[in-house]
């Protein structure tokens, strides 16, 4: 059976703006994101034959050394895919015109990096509008993968940022809709993008626990561990689900030295051996496809 691991790669200094901390360094210095968690990951990667997809911030990609690091990752036949030119934090708030200029800003900029035209999208902080699907199909894109199927996301990521930032947190941060999502790819409906309907895009969900319908990805397994997850991948394969599994580069950087504190986040050794655990456990049990490759193996490519 297949299965997809992504890697959203959004620099720290999307994180530093997210806590209002300054941004130490310029613009010429590589973004830890790039110079420490793409490295590791593209290690394990390669020592568990594993064909990953990054997400890519079009912002990241101007400058000229992390350019050459995502040239690299394409070269080592991974994929690359549009997580918007400037990350906003309420994407879901933009207008059509601002949501357009994002991704066309972005989709530019990889696609002169890129060895083939760019397929996928993933909103930032998996805030997607329905009217965004046909913007993307009119690019010719293949696939969304901003639905996390969870009812529970909007409550825990409202709940959770709010007491981080101690202040009320009104994020866009999924819906409740998603819970009712499919957990394999589909084809959404045009403006319910959480049902099966007739869009030729496809939606590849980011991979819950069947039947509970918890998040499945990092930023969880390193609070509840590794039992949590190993619970997490049987109920994958009981289900017959393919996993679309979400690291994030900032999940292998050494965070102590940056002096940003993320809940949950212990010591990067800690983080690392959880990482490797997650992707030496799928590579036993899944052949892993890039994204765009795990669409198309499915019969569904364009
Ligand atoms: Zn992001």
Redesign the pocket.
Known sequence: MYGTIQV?L?GLW?YRRYFGQSQPGSAEVVDPVYAEGLMRFLELFKKYNVKATFFIVGKDAQQPEQRKLIARLVEAGHEIAN?TMS?PQHFNLLSAEQVEDEISDCDKILQEIGTKAIAGFRA?GFSIQADTLSILREKGYMYDTSVIPSSLIPFIMNISHSILRRKPVCMGAGRIGFGFAPLDVYNPDQKRIWKKGDSLLFEVPVSVIPGLRLPLHSSYVFMFGKGYFRYGLKRLQKNNVSPCYLFHGIDLVDLEKQKVSIPFFKTLEKRLNVCEYIIKSFSKKYELLTTRQLVQTNGMGL
Do not use: F, I, Q
């Open positions: 959203d959004d999307t997580h990350h930032p």
